[in-house]
């Protein structure tokens, strides 16, 4: 379902997409990396040096000389089926490594930036 | 049934975890070879790891048998621990039955013709420029590359032509994968990784690093590589899935407890007597005077015997830090466009410096780009008459007698080259003399090559790391000379001189890292801003940059002579204040290496290292960090007066200074986690050299310029040779002992960076190291973390150890 706000002249039109958040350690970076290149996600995002609490502890980033131990946070936007890609690649990977993903409903304006042929 | 490729991809990337890195030679790092156990228990890790690997996790009798006879082992402790598991046997006894169970459990290695189908093909596609006809089709990857060729191999049974065999490397996987379920995939991966852990660890390596010219040129993964193995073990009838029985133990407790604990005995054995040289020390709390220099080495344990003689020649104060200075660079030296990592292996570099002339020495730049391609063109000459069918003959006929004679002096007068050696240097000096690092931005160079680091510095990036260093070592005073001196080995025709090198600096030379932070600091716009902060560098302090030779000792400082930044006396008496502590350290090391020296020449031991440094057949040009066994973070104050024998890793701090713990949470984070790594490899490779060394050095050949294997195959060879570890086949030099961490803070600074860092704690609760905090809020009473987070008193820490050890045990 599409939604509309009208600012003024403008008028945007809500798209509704998925979103996936993916918090890894440092050195799974260019697992999830790859991962989310082959899939059909048109962009992600990348915080490096992210802090917090798990399963196995409290993860401080900024860390000076410690690239590997910190953690890494991706975000990307796309259609379902190419996040449910994401998922089926991500689920073994938590089998042996400490790790999260969130999938959530959000919107975009733009869609034609966010979907590729699924 | 089709495979989706992603989570093959997820269950390959699992099963990669108990295969570590392999690093090519030339950036040889240390590296745990049980890394991808760390997260387990230290007894319960090196049982998985013997039975995926073969290899044994405790030293053997041998190595009992001489700490026993050397004292090393105290024998009150090793009863009491005996005792605690109920064993009351003498100690001579239980080492014959160590032995008896050594001789029982020795079984030839099995001769596997996957394995040698396999290696024949890795070494092939992997090959960087060693041999001269190289496989065809490597930039398509090394599956399809493999598929092409395969059918030429007569070791490969049914295979006619490419079309015999899967198309892509997932019909590959499908085809072999098909009749598993999927929660198979994992050990069945494992199984075939681990059958070569040496050319999988270095194919994990390259291919993490995709911008690496090789990788990019000829691509390879451990996708590829299950790929082909699988298909061939399909064709060769070898199993595809392990034996249920070869999958890991959950729970491993049922190996004998013994080396296990004579090794807790010998390592606290160790630990007592160092805390109580420690303690009989007695710090001064003291402020010092202004010395008349600072001379910051690396933490190396090499460090400690150089900056012992150092201290000894004059009003010198010396510090210990992490090698690569806390400059997370790629170096590209002049004259090349090669780059290479230059800081640790838990570091990603974030900056290019690249070497370049200073303008008022073109013309000595053009001197030697003169001579150096004269002498590249006559090495390409040679190696094009010598690799050509029909001149070879003729070559060899013609030079045989020049040839003869480089090779007679080089193996007769080592010594001699070595003077030749400077000779040439002087007469023709190295890129460090004319060029100077790119410290400065440079955006204009930054898109040559392509692999996004910015060349130079930032203003803020140089405040960063000038700060980081004197925060870190906690200095308050600066003398007006501050030295900051890397280090490097001299060895000619050693494939493992990187192992020599700075392992702070991907196992390269330190030097280049020091001239940048020595530049940095020497700039007023970061002392100006450092002064803001804080940091008070008064206007008389002089940066430089040096280099310590760890093989001969000397230390060069990188000092325009024509242009000196200091009074050229001061520089004068610093070298040769210098000149002497490399006497008495080359001295003190040479009794280490069982040399025949003329003790009535007072340079005798220095012409002796020089050799070493010189000589084409010299196994054993230094120890490296043989004998390393514990990491010191706290004030020289503490070790000053303590001859700790090149065993300690040397990290200054003071915890006065460091009021929230940032500092004391870096260092145990980065270069504690560094040191680890350089323990667990000499260990491992010690205490079973054939399953994670690599052997004799005298056997061993170089493969793909990457890596070595010994004899003419099989798998790559992964750790130390033998001779870097084995004082002769039946003495041990390097004393395998866990590392022990002593650290002088507050004991509730400590707890809480732990609770910060999981990962670190996991290091002391699973026993890959041992922590003993020296509280001075306590009048620098020590502490000892016990596994799972309590502290227990230094006289109760022995015993509240081995009664946890022995609950694990029963």
């Known amino acids: 379902m599409n939604e509309s706000s009208t600012h003024g002249e403008t008028e945007h039109t809500f798209h509704p997409v998925k979103k996936i958040e993916i918090i890894v350690r440092g050195e799974k970076e260019p697992f999830v990396r790859d991962l989310l290149d082959e899939s059909q996600v048109s962009g992600y995002t990348i915080h490096h040096n992210v802090t917090g609490r798990g399963e196995h502890g409290f993860h401080e980033g900024r860390l000076l000389f410690n690239d590997r131990d910190s953690l890494v946070m991706f975000f990307a936007v796309a259609g379902e089926k190419t996040i449910q890609t994401i998922v089926d690649g991500l689920t073994p990977l938590f089998e042996k490594s400490s790790g999260v993903m969130f999938v959530s409903d959000t919107n975009v304006v733009r869609l034609d930036k966010f979907l590729q042929e699924e | ?810």
Request: hydrophobic share 40%; with cysteine; proline share 7%.
């Open chain 2, 1 to 810: 049934m089709p495979i989706d490729r992603s989570v093959v991809r997820a269950r390959i990337e699992n099963a990669a975890e108990y295969v570590g890195p392999l690093w090519p030679l030339k950036t040889f790092n240390a590296a745990n070879p049980l890394g991808g156990f760390e997260d387990q228990p230290f007894d319960r890790a090196v049982q998985q790891a013997g039975q995926l690997f073969g290899g044994r996790g405790y030293p053997g009798p041998m190595a009992f048998r001489q700490a026993w006879a050397n004292g090393d082992i105290d024998a009150e402790v090793l009863t009491r621990r005996l005792a605690a598991h109920g064993i009351t046997e003498r100690p001579e006894v239980l080492l014959d039955r160590m032995e008896a169970d050594e001789r029982a459990e020795n079984t030839a290695p099995a001769d596997r013709p996957l394995d040698r189908v396999m290696t024949k093909w890795l070494a092939a596609f992997l090959d960087q420029g060693q041999s001269a006809w190289p496989m065809p089709n490597r930039a398509e990857g090394f599956y399809t590359a493999w598929r092409t060729v395969a059918p030429y191999d007569r070791d490969i049974p049914g295979v006619e032509g490419p079309s015999d065999l899967p198309d892509t490397l997932v019909d590959a996987f499908g085809a072999v994968l098909g009749s598993y379920p999927e929660a198979r995939w994992e050990a069945i991966f494992v199984h075939h990784l681990v059958a070569l852990p040496g050319w999988t660890g270095f194919i994990k390596w390259r291919a993490r690093r995709a911008n690496t010219e090789w990788q990019a040129a000829h691509p390879i993964t451990l996708a590829d590589y299950l790929a082909v193995r699988l298909t061939l073990a399909d064709r060769m009838g070898a199993s595809i899935a392990p034996d249920r029985t070869d999958e890991l133990p959950a729970n491993g407790t049922n190996q004998p407890a013994l080396p296990r604990i004579w090794l807790q005995a010998w390592e606290e054995t160790y630990r007592t007597r160092l805390l109580d040289d420690l303690r009989q020390a007695q710090p001064s709390e003291t402020e010092s005077e202004r010395p008349d220099a600072q001379l910051v080495f690396c933490i190396d344990t090499r460090s400690e015997v150089i900056r012992r003689h150092v201290e000894q020649q004059g009003d010198y104060e010396t510090h210990g830090y992490a090698g690569f200075f806390g400059v997370p660079m790629q170096h590209q030296p002049y004259g090349t466009q090669e780059r290479v990592k230059s800081c640790p292996p838990i570091v990603d570099p974030k900056h290019r410096i690249v070497e370049r002339p200073a303008e008022q020495y073109w013309s000595q730049a053009d001197r030697y780009d003169w001579w150096t391609r004269l002498e590249e063109a006559g090495t390409a000459l040679v190696k094009a008459l010598k690799d050509n069918v029909a001149a070879a003959f003729g070559f060899v006929e013609g030079s045989g007698g020049l040839f003869g004679g480089a090779m007679a002096a080089r193996t007769l007068v080592p010594s001699g080259l070595f003077r030749l050696g400077r000779a040439i240097e002087r007469w023709l000096p190295g890129p460090e003399a004319f060029c100077e690092p790119t410290v400065d931005r440079a955006p204009a160079a930054d898109g040559e090559g392509g692999d996004g680091l910015p060349v130079g510095l930032s203003h803020e990036a140089k405040v960063l790391y000038a700060e980081a260093a004197f925060r870190l070592m906690g200095w308050t005073t600066f003398a007006p000379i501050v030295v900051f001196a890397g280090h490097g080995s001299q060895t000619p025709n050693n494939p493992y001189k990187a192992s020599l090198d700075c392992g702070a600096c991907a196992g390269n030379p330190g030097g280049p890292n020091a001239r940048v932070l020595a530049a940095i600091c020497n700039e007023d716009a970061v002392r100006d801003e450092l002064r803001e902060r804080g940091i008070d560098i008064p206007e008389d302090t002089v940066f430089l940059a040096g280099q310590h030779n760890t093989t001969t000792d000397g230390i060069r400082l990188f000092v325009d002579d024509n242009d000196p930044p200091v009074s050229s006396k001061g520089i004068g008496q610093l070298r040769q204040d210098l000149r002497a502590a490399q006497a008495g350290a080359a001295a003190e090391r040479v009794e280490t290496m069982n040399a025949t020296v003329d003790a009535g020449r007072t340079d005798a031991a220095t012409q002796e290292t020089q050799r070493r440094a010189a000589d084409w057949a010299e196994t054993r040009p230094e120890w490296g960090l043989a004998g390393n066994a514990a990491f010191i973070v706290g004030p020289r104050a503490l070790t000053r007066e303590v001859d700790l024998g090149g065993r300690c890793f040397l990290h200054s701090y003071n915890w006065r200074t460091d009021k929230d713990g940032t500092a004391l949470e870096n260092i145990m984070t980065g270069p504690l986690v560094v040191g680890e790594w350089i323990n667990t490899q000499y260990y491992f490779s010690t205490v079973d050299n054939a399953a994670y060394g690599s052997g004799s050095k005298v056997t061993q050949n170089v493969v793909g310029k990457l890596g070595v294997v010994q004899g003419n195959g099989g798998d790559l060879m992964s750790g130390l040779p033998l001779q870097s570890l084995m004082a002769d086949d039946e003495h041990v030099y390097h004393r395998p002992l866990r590392l022990t961490a002593i650290i002088q803070a507050p004991v509730d600074r400590v707890d809480t960076i732990m609770q910060r860092h999981a990962n670190l704690a996991h290091l002391f609760d699973h026993e890959w190291v041992r922590l003993v905090v020296m509280d001075p809020k306590q009048d620098n009473a020590f502490r000892h973390y016990q596994p799972g987070g309590s502290w227990s008193a230094h006289a109760a820490a022995g015993e509240e150890e081995q009664a946890a050890s022995a609950v694990a045990q029963a």
